[in-house]
């Protein structure tokens, strides 16, 4: 890092300019009065044609010309790229997140399409490595930022390169452009709720809206390389429309796992990487992506056709990985009737509790460490004091499943009916059977090696787990006559009690032994 950028940063910081945002205003303000000054230019003219070329723009700066001289002294030679990468470094907002071997793996593949038209929607993401993907571009490209003073950066960075287009509009709504592309990179903004949009896209998450919005802009022989979050591949509430309008009318090129944490600390979500194309595709590309000395590998890869990949209900690439795929395909392929839970069940989330209502009272709620080795431990419940009719819609009763959706590992139970109220807490979410099944037949399904697969297919996360209640409603469940579940369930929960007597028995006698022999240890009689 240049010295002078960090003397001019203090000079900031003395003024109370502080946040990012602020920090790269003042920048630009240097960098755009820079262009119209020569080098020994008086403090006068240079504080005056600061204003006037500046505060029309970037807004009225206040402080004296003393200090501008100062801060222009200091950013006048520095490095854009340099300086932005340095305050925007730790971004938790999203603003400059992409690593440079993302963008390396992307150059890559703009080298091997060779396309003529390029577009990379929210450039400032990569400024880590954007010159390097700019520069493999032969054709013409187009950068676009929605924010206004990455906008203004990204054409200052860009200056004077005549294939480069900066364009100051947002992806998540109609573009209104005529242009086409060969190729479109877009990292979007994860999870963001936009209701001002229009009627024809299928979901009002940023994230879908970008993809759907992005599709119309592709030549004929274009293709994206698309940055998407986990339950873009399996999720109804539009998601699913989404899916269906790629397999009909595009083909799925690539769909890769990326590394987890790849875009730590602004997300810890896990992430995907997905290559549409308008040209017709016999295989799709599955795998994972690692990452070692710097570049990314694969870790694991295979082909498999288009045709096998669109007969499955959605995109979720691990239960196609998995070491379990054989068991899956006997799964699906058998006879016996399947329902998705939401047909067969109400589900939803536990309650988020508060720290000022933890406090003893005559609610108990149901924890995830209340749940080991597949049973509820009742005696540690935490308690609440709460109106009762404000927890009751998170109620729990006689046979309900409880499923842990947050964490490192998959707890599962069988609620049983206790004298006080339980509620579960928001860690937890809630399978309520209906007339056609037995909470105790869902959680043996559950446990099952398909059925553990399933569910951790709707992790969204990373390294820790989170699953969406909205995403379990969707798992299809076998479903076998009441009187066979009952059997069932009678069978496991027999066998299940021999296994708890055999165990406490070997226990209790290896206790003895162990007594018996510490006592000759200790020099005890035999």
């Known amino acids: 890092m240049d010295n002078k950028i960090l003397d ?6 003395q003024r109370g300019i502080t946040s990012r945002e602020e920090l790269l205003v003042e920048f630009l303000r240097v960098k755009m009065t820079q262009k119209f000054v020569k080098k020994n230019t008086s403090v006068d003219v240079l504080f005056s044609k600061m204003k006037e070329v500046t505060e029309p723009e970037l807004g009225i700066y206040n402080a004296d010309r003393m200090d501008f001289q100062n801060m222009f002294a200091a950013f006048a030679d520095a490095s854009a790229i340099e300086f932005v990468t340095h305050i925007y470094k730790e971004d938790r907002g999203g603003s400059v997140v992409s690593p440079k071997c993302l963008t390396d793996y992307i150059g890559a593949r703009i080298q091997q399409i060779s396309p003529k038209n390029v577009l990379i929607t929210e450039a400032e993401k990569h400024l880590h490595g954007l010159k390097e993907l700019v520069d493999v571009c032969a054709g013409n490209v187009t950068l676009t930022s929605q924010n206004k003073m990455f906008y203004l950066l990204l054409q200052m960075i860009f200056e004077g390169q005549a294939n480069v287009t900066v364009r100051h509009i947002s992806i998540y709504t109609d573009l209104l452009v005529e242009d086409r592309y060969d190729y479109i990179f877009c990292l979007p903004i994860f999870g963001c709720k936009i209701n001002d949009v229009a009627d024809i896209f299928f979901t009002r998450d940023s994230d879908g809206i970008a993809l759907q919005n992005l599709l119309q802009y592709l030549s004929e022989d274009g ?3 698309y940055i998407s979050p986990a339950k873009l ?4 509430m539009g998601f699913d429309k989404l899916r269906k309008l790629v397999e009909e009318s595009y083909w799925l090129e690539e769909l890769v796992i990326l590394p987890d944490g790849l875009f730590r600390p602004w997300t810890a979500i896990k992430t995907y990487l997905i290559s549409i194309s308008k040209t017709k595709r016999d295989n ?3 795998g994972s992506l690692e990452i070692k000395k710097d570049c990314f590998q694969f870790e694991e890869k295979r082909d498999i056709s288009s045709i096998e990949f669109n007969n499955h209900e959605d995109w979720r690439i691990e239960l196609l990985l998995s070491d379990e795929n054989e068991c899956l395909q006997q799964f699906k392929t058998s006879e016996i009737p399947k329902k998705k839970l939401k047909d067969l069940a109400e589900i939803f989330r536990g309650k988020s509790i508060l720290k000022k209502d933890a406090m003893v009272g005559d609610i108990a709620v149901l924890n995830i460490s209340n749940i080991e080795d597949g049973e509820i431990n009742y005696d540690d419940l935490e308690t609440i004091r709460e109106e ?3 927890i009751k819609r998170y109620e729990l009763f006689q046979g309900d499943v409880v499923l842990s959706c947050r964490g490192t590992a998959m707890k599962t139970a069988v609620f ?3 004298e006080q109220i339980v509620i579960a807490s ?7 059977p209906g007339k056609e099944i037995l909470g105790e037949y869902i959680k043996i399904f559950f446990d099952t090696p398909v059925g553990n697969m399933m569910i951790k297919s709707f992790q969204r996360g990373s390294t820790v787990m989170n699953i969406n209640h909205t995403d379990i409603m969707e798992m299809e469940v076998p479903l076998l006559p009441l009187e066979k579940q009952e059997e069932m369930v009678s069978t496991y929960n027999e066998e299940l009690k021999k296994y708890k007597q055999t165990v406490l028995e070997a226990e209790k006698k290896l206790e003895q032994t162990k007594n018996q022999i510490y006592k000759v240890i200790q020099g005890g009689n035999i």
Do not use: A, M, P
């Not at 591949?233 to 109804?236: D, H, I, R, T, V």
């Open 416 to 418: 049983e009916k206790q």
């Open 426 to 432: 928001s860690n937890i979410i809630v399978i309520r």
């Open 233 to 236: 591949l399996f999720s109804g």
């Open 284 to 286: 799709i590309l599955i």
């Open 223 to 225: 293709s994206i390389d």
């Open 8 to 13: 001019g940063i203090n000079l900031l910081y």
């Open 388 to 390: 009762e009719r404000k």
